[in-house]
């Protein structure tokens, strides 16, 4: 699973619009939720369209080490699950990598568990803060361990004997509320999770696709009993929004662009990008919208016209997450000004997502004015060309290569390779719409 991190990649300026048709891989949010649930399962479940990205295979991995059995069958991944009580301590530390989802969904399974577990990840994910996970779990009766008790990973999870919590988190997260429910199952009573804002909800529409009675009061409040039985099943995973927003940003911002994105799960909670490159004046088109597995999925088409700058506030956070890089470049391609607040979580990604993007976007000639909690950016027509950094962050890396298709002379990302993490094939199928 090592791959070569330190490969520099040239991104060419387009001479002419971007045309294409083409399918994303499969939600990583979901793909983690589908391996950790079919896991946790009675029976054979079969998982089709898993992302092969480098964090969805952590999670696969860990629930091996765990004692589950998952092996590839076709096109789909078979795990077969034998329950909560079927997961057996691992004989060695379980390695998250980069993936912050892998580690903290995970402790909420563990922290049921009546074993000791010790869980690490890469040199981001060991400084990436862990605490808004130790303190619910830790209240529910898990003990967990952090490094020097700062909480921060490796964490010695040692679970077991649970009792349900009514907890609101301070800042809303899904992995922290998903951690809670995943431990809530296991636990003895009722456990209540409320979020100060609606994150995505893929846990939710998840667990009751497996039967596992919840119940979602007003949008920021899950209830559910514990001790409940999961029943396996097949799980179709969607496209992934958040990769197929790296080509909807490339659309948007080459005018007489044509591109459409099939089968991409357009859950909500999550389509802030969809939402945002509207309010800039993009023309985005939801075709076939249909609901799998209470998830909606669409097919997008794009077509590139100049956007305009917008102001993006801490209302859009939760659902706009992760797209805060590739849309900065937007930004950076529209006419005006664009503000965002209320975004502070971004310094705790992958990479401080603020601090990485406003550098990256000046060496791109871009005025970009970093904010404790935001950035002011203003537009220009065409980017400077350069050599830019991913900081080994994957979003990081696509939203540059996508600055670089309107970078005079192009764009040279170093450390190009951990798009892999999310999104293996980015380089391939951005090449695709350029020459077709
Ligand atoms: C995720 C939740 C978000 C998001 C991450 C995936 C998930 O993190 O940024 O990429 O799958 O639950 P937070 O819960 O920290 O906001």
């Known amino acids: 699973m090592q791959s070569v991190k330190c490969k520099m990649k040239k991104v060419e300026e387009v001479k002419r ?5 083409l399918t994303v891989p499969g939600d990583k949010s979901i793909g983690h939720r589908a391996v950790i649930f079919t896991s946790a399962a009675h029976g054979k479940s079969r998982i089709f369209n898993l992302s092969g990205g480098e964090d969805n295979l952590r999670t696969v991995q860990a629930f091996k080490d765990l004692g589950v059995n998952i092996q590839v069958e076709g096109e789909a991944l078979c795990v077969e699950g034998k329950g909560w009580d079927g997961l057996c301590p691992s004989a060695k530390v379980i390695d998250c990598g980069n993936s912050g989802t892998t580690m903290r969904l995970l402790s909420g399974v563990l922290a049921g568990r009546p074993f000791g577990t010790t869980l690490d990840g890469d ?13 619910p779990l830790g209240r529910m009766g898990a003990q967990i361990l952090s490094q020097n008790g700062k909480g921060l990973a490796p964490l010695e999870i040692r679970g077991g004997k649970l009792r349900g919590i009514r907890y609101l988190l301070p800042i809303a997260s899904a992995q922290v509320k998903s951690a809670i429910i995943l431990a809530g199952l296991q636990a003895e009573g009722v456990t209540v999770v409320q979020e100060p804002q609606q994150s995505r909800d893929h846990t939710e529409i998840m667990a009751q696709a497996f039967g596992v009675k919840l119940k979602v009061e007003g949008a920021c409040s899950v209830v559910l009993e514990g001790r409940q039985r999961l029943c396996a099943r097949e799980v179709r995973v969607p496209g992934d929004l958040s990769s197929a927003a790296f080509f909807l940003v490339a659309a948007a911002t080459i005018p007489g662009s044509d591109v459409i994105i099939r089968e991409v799960g357009c859950n909500p909670t999550r389509a802030g990008v969809i939402q945002v490159l509207k309010r800039m004046g993009a023309a985005i088109e939801l075709m076939r919208q249909r609901e799998e597995a209470g998830e909606l999925v669409a097919d997008l088409r794009i077509i ?25 470049v937007a930004a950076a391609l529209a006419e005006g000004v ?19 993007m406003a550098s990256e976007l000046r060496k791109l000639g871009v005025q970009a004015e970093e904010r404790e909690d935001g950035m002011k950016i203003e537009g220009r027509k065409r980017l400077r060309g350069g050599c830019v950094s991913s900081y080994g962050d994957h979003r990081v890396a696509m939203a540059l290569a996508v600055a ?5 002379g192009g764009v040279e990302i170093d450390d190009s390779a951990c798009a892999d993490i999310s999104f ?10 350029r020459a077709s």
């Open 123 to 135: 040199a981001s994910l060991r400084r990436r803060p862990m605490q808004r996970v130790i303190d």
């Open 338 to 356: 664009t503000t965002i607040s209320g975004a502070k979580e971004l310094r705790y990604k992958e990479s401080d997502r603020i601090a990485t």
């Open 17 to 21: 619009p971007l045309q294409g048709d």
């Open 304 to 328: 590139g016209k100049r956007l305009q700058g917008v102001e993006m506030g801490p209302e859009m956070v939760a659902r706009t997450i992760d797209e805060y890089p590739v849309l900065a």
């Open 404 to 408: 670089g298709l309107s970078a005079e």
């Open 424 to 433: 293996p094939r980015f380089f391939d199928l951005l090449e695709g719409i």
